[in-house]
């Protein structure tokens, strides 16, 4: 059960990332991604 979970969290995730990349809003998916994690966002590149 937790690997079918694993699997959706990481579908999930990758086509955030796809859609963030085509619409080109990669870097406020990546500042959304770790601020709803209470996270500082690392430098990109």
Known sequence: ???I??????QLL???LREAI???TLAA???A???KRGLP?????
Not at 5 to 10: A, M, P, T
Not at 41 to 45: E, F, K, N
Request: glycine letters at 12%; charged letters at 10%.
């Open 29 to 31: 998916f990546v500042d």
């Open 33 to 35: 991604f770790y601020a």
């Open 22 to 24: 085509q619409q080109g």
């Open 5 to 10: 979970h694993n699997l959706r969290h990481y």
């Open 1 to 3: 059960l937790n690997t």
């Open 41 to 45: 966002t690392p430098p990109l590149g």
């Open 14 to 16: 990758m086509a955030g």
